[in-house]
């Protein structure tokens, strides 16, 4: 049974950073195409960052350069490591499989 947990929001200044966990279970991280999702008040599903089997990265503009997405194969859990966070970074974060999200995090950037 595939199940997808996140961790690690908060509220946070501009300009700070955070580190969101997605630990996952019934399925191997390491050899999966996974991606990050957030949606930010009032908006729809927004793609944010994937990572492929071969460790290929991917990142929406306006996170290229502040976000970086990893993951610990034997811990078997995907990182989203978020720095320089802006106000509009502020959203509720998914980590995805296909179509099976995880419950989300919430992240508030704010003075």
């Known amino acids: 049974q595939v199940q997808l947990v996140e961790s690690g929001g908060g509220t946070v200044q501009p300009g700070g950073s955070l580190r969101l966990t997605c630990a996952a279970s019934g399925f191997s991280v390491s050899s999966t195409y996974m991606r990050w999702f957030r949606q930010r008040p009032g908006k729809e599903l927004e793609w944010v960052s994937s990572?492929?089997?071969?460790?290929?990265?991917t990142y929406t503009t306006s996170v290229q350069g502040r976000f970086t997405v990893s993951r610990d194969n034997a811990k078997n859990t995907l990182y989203l490591q978020m720095d320089s966070l802006k106000s509009e970074d502020t959203a509720v974060y998914y980590c995805a499989k296909n179509t099976i999200r995880g419950q989300g995090t919430q992240v508030i950037v704010s003075s």
């Open positions: 990572i492929d089997s071969t460790g290929l990265r």
